[in-house]
């Protein structure tokens, strides 16, 4: 399973990549607002400095147009910022016509905004490379976001679909191993969820006796000379 992490913060980007586990970048229109990131030119520019902070790893950016014309128009300038850009299309009717032509012009998309097995498989009908179902805010409106996965999951299996589920909104370290588990194929998290991964009580206890017992033995040698 792919790491991606989901912000447009450039320390937490730089932090994550630092760890050696990061395979790329989910942003969107919230995100890079809470950056404070105003103006095409900046957006541009920060996108540019996302892709060349992750070097080679895929980083999605959102259109903020719904019409088809406007889609595609949007999808093709920030396709042309740099070759791991990946154009987020979100799932309505006329994203879904954008999809099949980017499909079919070599511009590569991620279908965001996806809450149900039907919806993905409009997506990978419409040749998504990657699938984003939010499994988070399925789980805040009481139906259960690793359970989708798995439903896409086996209905891309059952059916040779290509596209990639790339789990979305996830909230906690337990939602990545859900989700890995589930089949997902990418999970985009947010800092904070990839570093509790990190975390077990157990780890810290072990740790501090071996430091505590490699001291005493450390002091046996000094004593010994
Ligand atoms: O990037 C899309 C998705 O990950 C949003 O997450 O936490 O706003 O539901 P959240």
């Known amino acids: 399973m792919k790491f991606f992490i989901d912000t447009a913060n450039l320390a937490q980007i730089k932090e994550a990549h630092d760890?050696?586990?990061?395979?790329?970048?989910?942003?969107?229109?919230?995100?890079?607002?809470?950056?404070?990131?105003?103006?095409?030119?900046?957006?541009?520019?920060?996108?540019?400095?996302?892709?060349?902070?992750?070097?080679?790893?895929?980083?999605?950016?959102?259109?903020i147009s719904t019409d088809l014309a406007g889609i595609i128009e949007e999808g093709k300038k920030l396709a042309a910022i740099h070759p791991n850009i990946v154009v987020k299309v979100p799932m309505i009717k006329d994203g879904v016509k954008a999809l099949k032509w980017f499909s079919d012009n070599g511009i590569r998309t991620n279908c965001t905004l996806v809450f149900s097995a039907g919806q993905a498989?409009?997506?990978?009908?419409?040749?998504?490379?990657?699938?984003?179902?939010?499994?988070?805010?399925?789980?805040?409106?009481?139906?259960?976001?690793?359970?989708?996965i798995e439903q896409i999951s086996h209905i891309y299996n059952l059916q040779g679909f290509k596209t990639e589920i790339l789990a979305a909104s996830i909230r906690s370290?337990?939602?990545?191993?859900?989700?890995?588990?589930?089949?997902?194929?990418?999970?985009?998290?947010?800092?904070?969820?990839?570093?509790?991964?990190?975390?077990?009580?157990?780890?810290?206890?072990?740790?501090?006796?071996?430091?505590?017992?490699?001291?005493?033995?450390?002091e046996v040698m000094v004593g010994a000379k």
């Not at 990061?22 to 996302?50: C, F, W």
């Not at 890995?180 to 509790?196: K, N």
């Open 19 to 63: 760890l050696g586990i990061l395979d790329g970048v989910t942003t969107n229109p919230s995100l890079m607002a809470k950056e404070g990131i105003r103006g095409e030119e900046a957006i541009n520019q920060h996108y540019l400095t996302i892709c060349e902070l992750v070097d080679g790893g895929d980083v999605s950016v959102e259109v």
């Open 121 to 148: 498989i409009l997506a990978a009908k419409a040749g998504a490379n990657y699938v984003s179902p939010f499994i988070g805010r399925i789980d805040d409106s009481n139906w259960d976001g690793v359970q989708l």
């Open 173 to 218: 370290a337990l939602h990545i191993v859900k989700c890995a588990e589930a089949g997902a194929d990418v999970c985009t998290c947010p800092l904070e969820s990839i570093l509790g991964l990190l975390k077990h009580p157990l780890t810290d206890i072990g740790l501090a006796k071996f430091l505590d017992d490699a001291k005493k033995m450390k």
